[in-house]
């Protein structure tokens, strides 16, 4: 079964960047389109980036310009750069496909405050 495991987390003031990334066993990156979502605290998990097999990207609005996701099918990584934080990014970060998800990881905690 394909584990999916995320990482790179961690407390960061304001204005701060972080980089996350998240592998999978198996070859699912080179057959998929990839998303990060989050969960903030007392929320519903949320789309917030995705990349198709050819390299194209979209974003929700509220993190255009600032965050970047980016692939490695050779490694099976999917990454996002996540630039000029704010604290409403606080949550934990998922990585999945982008349709029929498979089990979601741990997912990888990102705190946003001064």
């Known amino acids: 079964q394909v584990q999916l495991v995320e990482s790179g987390g961690g407390l960061v003031q304001p204005g701060g960047s972080l980089r996350l990334s998240c592998t999978a066993s198996?070859?699912?990156?080179?057959?998929?389109?990839m998303g990060w979502y989050r969960q903030a605290p007392g929320k519903q998990r949320a789309w917030v980036a995705m990349i198709t097999r050819t390299g194209n990207t979209n974003y929700v609005e509220s993190v255009k310009g600032r965050f970047t996701i980016s692939r490695d099918d050779a490694k099976n990584t999917v990454y996002l750069q996540m630039n000029s934080l704010k604290p409403e990014d606080t949550a934990v970060y998922y990585c999945?496909?982008?349709?029929?998800?498979?089990?979601w990881g741990q997912g990888t905690q990102v705190t946003v405050s001064s």
């Open positions: 999945n496909k982008a349709i029929s998800w498979l089990p």
């Open positions: 198996g070859t699912i990156f080179s057959t998929s389109a």
